[in-house]
């Protein structure tokens, strides 16, 4: 994209109603023209009380942010999806500005670094926009990332999306046992530092949790050997259990929760699984 093009794109969006919903650039998009379907970062809130040392610089903290965008597209080519993190009062350069990588299936990511005011109590405007490989802009999506140097509970954390199988098949007689992970995707209003714990647990069997660990797959999660998580501290908490040729075939339910460090729960989710032969 040229520079007039991306200063215009991003002079039309500074000037939009700030909201937290994916806003299409008119009440009749272009035709054919890509379009924001999902739009999220994380954390939504940077809390100076709750930040590692590592974090803070003197007189300033160093946030790293994942910016992440379902977009809607036409035919095969992949378009442009462009990010600005501005200044709290819009105006001047934005503090980053750059493209999200493309993934598959219409996901774009992108992790950006960047340095605040650590005095000041500020919401900093995050915006995004796509445009088709003809430079027409399809749609914009916009929210803030808040900063705060006191934590105070607003919302429990959430589930929001389970990745477990419907099915699995019990090793027979004889043979080792087979490994399952289960994942768990969870968000945190107050960002994912503010996560205590995610586990689940057989709703037969209350007693017996499970902890689920978001590592990397690099220490041991609860009494097993790893967790089998892929990436580290992206809120997708993981967690290997064996199934042996001993366990009876059926349908378990499993219960899952998350808690943050003030105690707020989230809603139960609960999948069931059954164990085949």
Same mark, same amino acid.
């Given at each position: ?101 493309? $993934? ?16 000041? $109590? ?136 998350? $808690? ?18």
């Amino acid at each position: 994209m040229n520079r007039s093009l991306f200063s215009t794109s991003l002079l039309l969006i500074a000037f939009l109603s700030a909201c937290d919903s994916v806003q299409q650039s008119s009440p009749d998009p272009l035709e054919g023209a890509p379009l924001i379907e999902q739009f999220s970062i994380s954390p939504q809130r940077v809390i100076y009380a709750l930040l590692d040392e590592s974090a803070i610089d003197g007189d300033s903290v160093r946030v790293s942010l994942s910016i992440n965008a379902q977009v809607q597209t036409y035919g095969t080519e992949v378009p442009l999806v462009s990010y600005a993190i501005l200044s709290p009062d819009t105006l001047g350069q934005p503090i980053r500005s750059g493209s999200l990588a493309y $993934v598959q299936n219409g996901r774009f990511t992108a992790r950006v670094n960047f340095a605040i005011s650590a005095f000041e $109590v500020q919401s900093y405007p995050v915006l995004i926009y796509v445009t088709d490989h003809h430079q027409r802009l399809g749609g914009e999506a916009r929210t803030s990332l808040e900063y705060a140097r006191f934590f105070e509970p607003q919302s429990p954390p959430v589930i929001e999306k389970l990745i477990v199988p419907e099915t699995f098949q019990r090793p027979s007689p004889g043979q080792p046992p087979r490994r399952l992970t289960i994942a768990a995707e969870v968000s945190d209003p107050d960002g994912l530092n503010d996560l205590e714990s995610v586990e689940f647990w057989n709703e037969a069997r209350p007693s017996e949790r499970f902890i689920m660990c978001d590592d990397g797959n690099q220490h041991p999660c609860g009494n097993s050997p790893d967790s089998g998580d892929e990436l580290a501290r992206d809120g997708i908490y993981s967690r290997t259990i064996f199934i042996l040729a001993g366990n009876a075939l059926g349908l378990n339910t499993f219960v899952f929760e998350a $808690v943050d460090r003030s105690g707020l729960r989230s809603a139960h989710v609960k999948h069931t699984l059954e164990l085949t032969q």
